[in-house]
Every structure is written in structure tokens, then in C-alpha cells.
């Protein structure tokens, strides 16, 4: 069974862009997480969905959004990208929850 | 891992020695449990979890002790080989939760 899978890998923008990450999940699997990961807060969950709703939130701005399509696929999307928001970007996927949560490689985003 | 150039707490262990890896968790009320390893470039990569209505969890070569008592979690580690060196993080999910709250990280360094 293939695993959760990211793309892109790496990206480059600069402040005052936007940029939307996709992950596709394992299959079968129908919640879907995301974490940003920084040498200085670790790693920090965003929002997970499930069966195309938003589930839980975290403390991130609003300037960071996600939606869920209808094949489990999931994408994020930050907005007007600060310096800060620099980071890996990593999304898991389990059944459901309290379920295994795995992992994809991450894309690596960097704000210039 | 992301963490790498962060001061972690750094675990150096002769290859085919035991390791233990500690962790404090913050949360009275988590009833969820996982250990994560993740090596330079790669997302988490799933180890082991353990719910919090056992106390001890064996896998192929890790074990897991929970200590609701004192909040504290444990990776045993046996007969560590060189793969096994990156970063191992901890993390807890409240009831009814998939979010996952990731500890800062303890990377270990096998000596071959």
C-alpha cells in the first residue's frame, strides 16, 4: 500500500505570496492532519479533517487554511507567507481517530 | 529532522546496547500515546503507541512504558543498530482528539 505522499517537495516564495501544499493520504484513510515543523517550535499541529470537514484547529492565524475533497485528498493554503513561515510542512493520515497517525515526506517551504 | 541545529537532549549509545529515551508529557487527561523517529530529510516515521489504560507495550525491538502517576513516558530501545539513530519524539492526543501535542525531541546517536 503506497504511503501518504506530498507535493510539491520544495518550494520558494517570497513574502506577501501565497501557496497551497497537497497531500494525499493513504488509502482507505479518511482523516488527514497537518503540522508545521521549525527548529524553534517543533512540530505544531494546524487542522485535521475528516470526511471533508474541518475537526479541529489549531493556534495558527487565519492566514492558514485547508480543505478536504470528497477522495480524501487534502490541501493547505497560506496566504500572504510571512518570513516566519518557513518551515516543513508535514501531513499524516489515519482511519480515524486515535488511530495510527502516518506521515509523508513534508514540503519544505522557504520564504524569501 | 528539523530539529537538527536545535540543542536537543542527545542520547549516545554503543551499537548493540539499550537505549531508553524519556519523556514528559504535559497533559493529565491524554488518553493517547505515540513514539515517532525521524531521520535528516524524512517525515516521522510511526514506532509504537500505547493507550493510556495500559502501562507497557512491546513491539519488534521497542518498548513503550506509560507512568500516568508522574506523567512520563518511555522508548526502550533493544540492541540498537546504527539505523536506528535520528530524532524519536513523544506525543499525546486528549479524548476525543486526533490532535497530536509533539515533544521537543531527543536525538540518538549510535556508536558503531
Known amino acids: 500500500k503506497a504511503g501518504v505522499t506530498q507535493t510539491p517537495r520544495y518550494l520558494i516564495k517570497t513574502r506577501g505570496q501565497q501557496v497551497t501544499l497537497s497531500c494525499s493520504p493513504i488509502?482507505?484513510?479518511?482523516?488527514v492532519s497537518w503540522y508545521q515543523q521549525t527548529p524553534g517550535q517543533g512540530l505544531q499541529f494546524l487542522f485535521e479533517?475528516?470526511?471533508?470537514?474541518?475537526?479541529n484547529k489549531g493556534n495558527f492565524p487565519g492566514r492558514f487554511s485547508g480543505r478536504q475533497f470528497s477522495n480524501s485528498r487534502s490541501e493547505m493554503n497560506v496566504s500572504t507567507l510571512e518570513l516566519g513561515d518557513s518551515a516543513l510542512y508535514l501531513c499524516?493520515?489515519?482511519?480515524?481517530?486515535?488511530?495510527?497517525?502516518?506521515f509523508g515526506p513534508g514540503t519544505r517551504l522557504l520564504v524569501l | 529532522g528539523e530539529s537538527v541545529g536545535l540543542h536537543l537532549p542527545t542520547l549516545s549509545v554503543q551499537e548493540g546496547d539499550n537505549s531508553i529515551i524519556n519523556c514528559a508529557y504535559s497533559?493529565?487527561?491524554?488518553?493517547?500515546f505515540i513514539w515517532y523517529k525521524q531521520e535528516s530529510g524524512k517525515g516521522p516515521q510511526f514506532i509504537i503507541d500505547?493507550?493510556?489504560?495500559?502501562d507497557k507495550r512491546q513491539g519488534q525491538r521497542v518498548t513503550v512504558l506509560l507512568n500516568k502517576t508522574v506523567k512520563h513516558l518511555s522508548l526502550q530501545i533493544a540492541a540498537t543498530q546504527p539505523g536506528d539513530s535520528a530524532v524519536y519524539f513523544c506525543?499525546?492526543?486528549?479524548?476525543?482528539?486526533?490532535?497530536?501535542?509533539f515533544g521537543k525531541g531527543n536525538q540518538v546517536v549510535v556508536i558503531p
Open positions: 488509502s482507505g484513510h479518511r482523516s
Open positions: 479533517y475528516f470526511s471533508e470537514t474541518q475537526r
Open positions: 497533559n493529565s487527561a491524554s488518553d493517547y
Open positions: 500505547i493507550r493510556s489504560n495500559m
Open positions: 499524516a493520515s489515519s482511519l480515524g481517530s486515535k488511530q495510527t497517525q502516518y
Open positions: 506525543a499525546e492526543s486528549l479524548p476525543g482528539n486526533n490532535r497530536l501535542a
